[in-house]
């Protein structure tokens, strides 16, 4: 590599330049070239099939095979194998080589010479970024304790390092955005109720009716997920869709609910109370496994078919009609428990609503109800737990938010790095997670990361919350490294029972210098004092020990084209002791309602409208909008405005509009308008996960509204400190003026 | 036997997991696509509020508007039928519709990449693949578009977008078996994207409830034959090296018909 | 060739280019690299380029450091953005994403011609990898490199250049761009 030529040799030729003319001759010598046009010749020429590959598009992680020419990924496809996904995967999975080979994927290690939010980059060697990280996150650890560290992951790939800094280091202060800007609610709540997670785990497959409440199935995409719902339609089950827009889902629908926002919680107790009065609840079930019924009956006993209809803006008989298409389906009916839950403050009492529900049409263990599938077991293997107390865990000290799910509210973490109460937190590790985007009020993000001692981040993209990075370190993506076990059934249990386990294991190799999470987090632990804790040596070996616990390993994993299929269980049916908390004693006790209650929201102010948000079925938040498959497939994220709205406002189908919040906050970036008859007039709806500010991205900056800058006001929902993100109020802007939206 | 699709829009639900695959599987270019999907509505229709999809392709015409649009040299290409081997020899400009299995193809290699197939279609199905210049001739690119994906077909898979559509939404088979899955979804009412002008016998159909359908074709169907570009499809005669002696006279012929032709592009 | 007096042959000339699109490394940008740098460009009676470099490094605290934050800038993650990937498939036949068919293509080149990758921790179509081949090349099969020249590296190098020109805010890689081009171009 190195030149053979010194300078004192160089000298010693005459002219250089002379010397070099020559090479005219060279290079116009004759050229015997034929030229072939090229045509691609498609996925299956000249490939080999890589098995054991699991998607990291989204978090359903499908299951995929890599068609593989010379080393390059050329194509992905699903796991013929696969009882899960099948040989389907979504737009975003067929994307992932455009994740896989995007020139702004991080690289190598990089140490920011500017500064937080301003950042100059300089590429630096993995052996100078792990022992500055080490030493900054041992500073603070040795100057204001281990509650110092502020922890926020997302993915796969930050469970060993969330584990390591929560269980080695000792730190509660670990915000994952899954649970608390997304379906952490809905875990507690059904807990809360039913004493278990909830999952997506109705049967709708096999349903007589489906009752959806904001689910957008098409606009969110989860392929098994999907094949549940659409073959439930194909079988003929009614689908009752909840929404204040006419969604992908509701336009599947036999009955569209077009709800006003934030008033779900007062349409199911009517319902609830209806079953109730007109004796149409599943009794037997009720009896044999309810507790708290009578305080359930007279705690909804207000809640008539004409007060829900008046908050809820539907008509009562559409509410009545509702109640019935369930109980005469009963018990037979999906009452889907949602996935990102966290909606406007007064989620965790709707989600307990939905459970309730669930119980008193006695839609739980039988086909089409609330049926948790009997997968394998595989024991994960990570740090051990360590012997860390409730001091200094921020939830505690508040004494507040006594349902909240497993790690630290982001507020809380938030609130305590601007004040410095109870206590300073100095240092911050963000692993896979982008908490600008993630969290609404980014502002007060980047306040919190700029008090820090120090940040880094460790992610396969540059993010918006990248440029907030002292150190920057490149990770291996999903399609370049061993980690994730993925188990489970088949999808749809009218079929032969089988369990699945596949693992996954590297498509191809990384390339430059990204790197593992168990090798960055073992680097750091070593530097940091906590060799000895180490719980594997490599991201392999904790794969392979996780795969023998199920009598499995990686080679035979291979054997069996990646993935293993077992004989399965029959998951109907309902233990004895099942038990499901109508009224619950301890949330009562903790000063919450103990019976489903529904709290009003704010009402949207004259001349805005509610600023609803959801997903695209191409993009997957912010991670995908720098992928040019995506971005290309739906560049914006067009506003949903009333058709009469729009007519009063002057706007057309297509116009280029921003907005802005009844705080004063402006759009970044503009969008266009979608006019149409499907919405209510006090509300307008765009996809999330647009309007990325980070310059790094060269395709994604800057395309569509970020509605999550929108969002300045939060309402926190009480009982788990979860971030409610609908209570923003909006006006669209045109040509630099705001206009009112009329109610 | 005639190849066809069947786009089943009880199913669809909108995803595009067909619009990328293609794009994988045929090194399409990010902003072009030889399928798409194009969400339709929520709007009123007589038959209620409605919205669908128009998941697009090339519909492998019977009478197609893009075959006899190339002006490509002719020559003689020795087709096979893949089950009873059987050939037929047929006169064939760069792009041609088989006579055994009904798809029309583009012969790449010998593509000028004019254009004038993609302005002749009145689905918009085609367009020219600038990144394929075909250096022999010359040209700006080379026209593509959906082949029902025969060279996976041939090896006994589905084509891309079928067998990545978790909804099972796209059927492929041959329409002339009356045992096919599409031909049932014909007898059923599948059909084409037709108008009165626009009439060539698409194979790509669509099925669905009638609301749906409804607002599918009142927004989706072409009303009117394009006129092809004449300017584009002389200039692509003119170019050197693709005037073979044997042309010569063909191309004075024509010559006449598209100066006048060109005389009428210059007054718009 | 046919001049007796010179010493550096273009294979030299080439690895030297290489050598000069590598991460700046203490190891070789260095004193001599420098020295041997302003030589050639003197040389070449390149005087207006050698003193813009002459001029950043007597100015600057940390000259290394200054072309570490260049290269990490334009060349592998940088603000306002990954200003110009020295990659061919960033420019040439394809979305301007990584190891698209031409890096292919440049591969199956290498391969045609003899040559592997010895590791691949990078992509085939990397300017680094190219302008080694080159060197390789040029001294076996001159009419091979006459063919990677035009097909493979000009079409997209010609891109690159004028990216780098203009995004570049040290004279080092504008120098560089220049030199590279200045010998890999057709007619001199």
Known sequence: ????????????????????????????????????????????????????????????????????????????????????????????????????????????????????????????????????????????????????????????????????????????????????????????????????????????????????????????????????????????AKLVVVDPRYSASAAKSDIWVQIKPGTDTAFLLAIMNYLIENNKYDKKFVAAHCDGFEEFQKGISHA?????????????????????????????????????????????????????????????????GFVKPKGPKVKGISWAKGHHDGAHNLKEMADKYHFAPPGTPTELIRDACITGKPYPIKGCVIWGQNPMQTIPKPQKTVEALKQMDFVMCVDVMPTDITMYADILLPEASYLERYDYIKKGTQWNFADKHEQ??????????????????????????????????????????????????????????????GIHIQPGKDPYGVSEDFEVLLYNEDIEDSGYPGVPTYIPVEEVPKGFARLVYGRSPVHTFNRSQNNVWLYNAMPVNPVWLNDESANKMGLKDGDEVSMVNSEGVKSTFTSVVKVTPGIRKDTVYMAHGYGSKNPMLTVGKGAGIDDQALITKIAIDPETGCSGMRNNFVKLVKSGKALDIPA | MQYGMIIDLNRCVGCHACTIACKAEWEVPADKGRNWVHRLGPSNTPEGLASTYYPGLCNHCNEPSCVPACPADTIEKTFKDAKTGKTKTMEVAATYKDPFNGTVQIDKDRCLGCGACADACPYGARYVNTDLVNEEIGG??????????????????????????????????????????????????????????????PNSRYYGNKKDMHLLTSTSTPMEMPSASLRRSLMARMKPGFNKAKNLGFLGLAGAVLVKGLSEDDQD | MDSENHSITLPEIYRFLAQSMHYPDPEWMNADFIQFLNAFLQELHWTDEADTLNTALKSSDNFLEDIQIEHTRLFINAVPHVAAPPYASVYFKGDGTLYGNIAEKTKQFYREKGFYLSKEDDLPDHIVYELEFLALLENTDKTGAQEFLEDLFRPWFTLFYSKVTKEARHPYYRVMMKLIDFFTREEL
Request: glycine residues 8%; positive net charge; proline residues 5%.
């Open chain 2, 140 to 201: 700006e690119g080379v026209a593509d578009k959906c082949s029902y994906c025969m060279p996976r077909v041939e090896q006994g898979l589905d084509p891309a977008c079928v067998q990545t559509c978790l909804a099972n939404a796209r059927i492929f088979g041959d329409l002339d078996d009356p045992n096919s899955e599409v031909a049932k979804y014909v007898k059923k009412g599948a059909v084409g994207l037709t108008s009165a002008a626009v009439n060539i016998g």
């Open chain 1, 500 to 561: 699945f386990i596949s693992a996954r294991m590297p498509l191809v190799e990384a390339m430059f210098e990204r790197k593992d999470e168990v090798w960055i987090t073992n680097e750091l632990a070593k530097r940091m004092g906590h060799a000895d804790k180490i719980p594997v040596n490599s991201l392999e070996e904790k794969v392979e020990k996780e795969l023998a616990s199920a009598g499995l390993s990686i080679a035979q994993l291979k054997k069996e084209d």
């Open chain 1, 304 to 368: 008539s078919l004409d007060w829900a209809a008046q908050i809820c803006d539907i008509p009562a008989s559409q509410i009545k009609e509702v109640a019935e298409l369930l109980a005469a389906n009963a018990p037979n009916v999906s009452i889907h428990p949602g996935r990102h839950v966290s909606w406007h403050g007064n989620d965790f009492q709707r989600l307990r609503a939905h459970a309730c529900l669930t119980a008193l049409l006695g839609a739980i263990g039988v086909k089409g």
């Open chain 1, 1 to 236: 590599m190195s030149l053979k030529v010194t300078r004192r040799k160089f000298l010693q030729t005459a002219s250089l330049a002379a010397a070099s003319v020559p090479l005219a001759k060279v290079v116009s010598a004759e050229n015997g070239f034929v030229r072939k046009p090229f045509t691609p010749p498609g996925s299956s020429a000249g490939t080999t099939t890589v098995t054991g590959g699991i998607c990291e598009m989204c978090f359903w992680r499908c299951q995929l095979v890599g068609k593989v020419r010379d080393k390059k990924l050329v194509k992905l496809e699903g796991n013929p194998k696969s009882i899960d996904n099948g040989t389907a995967i979504c737009a975003r999975g067929n994307a992932g080589i455009k994740l896989l080979y995007d020139p702004d994927r991080l690289k190598y290690p990089m140490k920011n010479v500017g500064e937080r939010g301003n950042p100059k980059w300089k590429r630096i060697s993995w052996e100078e970024a792990l022992d500055e990280c080490a030493a900054k996150l041992k500073a603070v650890e040795e100057k204001y304790g281990p509650h110092g560290i502020a922890m926020f992951p997302h993915g796969a790939s930050a469970k060993y390092p969330m584990h390591f800094f929560e269980r080695a280091v000792g730190t509660h202060n670990v915000s994952e955005a899954s649970f608390f800007q997304c379906r952490g609610i809905r875990d507690t709540a059904y807990v809360s109720t039913f004493n278990t997670a909830p999952g997506e785990h109705v049967d709708m497959a096999n349903a007589k009716a489906i009752l959806l409440i904001g689910c957008h199935f098409g606009e969110n995409v989860h392929v098994s997920h999907l094949k549940r719902y659409l073959k439930g339609l194909e079988n003929g």
